[in-house]
């Protein structure tokens, strides 16, 4: 889980400096910020014609408020994720975990 965890903060961190490069690249002032909740979720296409792919569920709505309450250009996590030592497992970007608050246990 730990692992995880860790890869998914990575990945933030990646997405935050992608963007950055894409801003610097282009002259777009573009931002993003980014929510990592955890919990169970309900994944799969919706529609006939022009099915999508959705993800529905209490895990879904944690990440969108975390991402809402999240400052610009950075990863907004659980108070779960505070408590690993996720350096150990990969490395974080810098700015890939920045602003992280406590929103739900």
Request: net charge neutral; with cysteine; proline share 3%.
């Amino acid at each position: 889980v730990r692992r995880a965890y860790s890869r998914l903060l990575w990945l933030g961190g990646v997405m935050i400096e992608t963007v950055a490069e894409v801003r610097r690249w282009s002259g777009v002032d573009l931002h993003c910020r980014i929510g990592i909740g955890r919990g169970l979720v309900l994944a799969g296409a919706l529609g006939w014609l022009q099915p999508r792919f959705h993800l529905r569920g209490p895990a879904v709505q944690m990440a969108e408020l975390l991402e809402q309450s999240a400052e610009i250009d950075s990863v907004n996590v659980l108070t779960c994720f505070l408590h690993l030592d996720l350096e150990k497992d990969m490395e974080v970007p810098a700015g890939g975990a920045q602003g992280k608050r406590h929103v739900h246990e």
